[in-house]
């Protein structure tokens, strides 16, 4: 059985720090393209972040970009993301997600709808 499975979320203050993690289980992802993703109550799953299988590539939104870092640790089959400077907007539950298919491996997507796996998320808040 394959799974994804986020850890790291938590409370922290606007400005504070957090680092998630996503452990996949069942089958390694070394090869694939992974992501993380966010969703806010009463709106869609955003993308955030998004890395190639050999950590090459990455492709950030707008929103994140220069205070998130995504990382991976093939040899663990972990992927991470570092959150710094956070801001009570960034409050949502967080997903890690894994493609399987091998044309995005050094190009990731950065749509919900191509990614094949998905954790079941972790929440974080950020109080003001």
């Known amino acids: 059985q394959v799974q994804l499975v986020e850890s790291g979320g938590g409370l922290v203050q606007a400005g504070g720090s957090l680092r998630l993690s996503c452990a996949a289980s069942?089958?390694?992802?070394?090869?694939?393209?992974m992501g993380w993703f966010r969703q806010a109550p009463g709106k869609e799953r955003e993308f955030i972040v998004a890395?190639?299988?050999?950590?090459?590539?990455?492709y950030y939104a707008d929103s994140v970009k220069g205070r998130f870092t995504i990382s991976r640790d093939n040899a663990k089959n972990t992927l991470y993301l570092q959150m710094n400077s956070l801001k009570p907007e960034d409050t949502a539950v967080y997903y890690c997600a894994a493609e399987t298919d091998y044309r995005y491996n050094y190009y990731p997507p950065t749509i919900t709808s191509a990614y094949d796996y998905w954790g079941q998320g972790t929440q974080v808040t950020v109080s003001s």
């Open positions: 069942g089958r390694t992802f070394s090869s694939n393209a």
């Open positions: 890395i190639s299988w050999n950590s090459v590539n990455t």
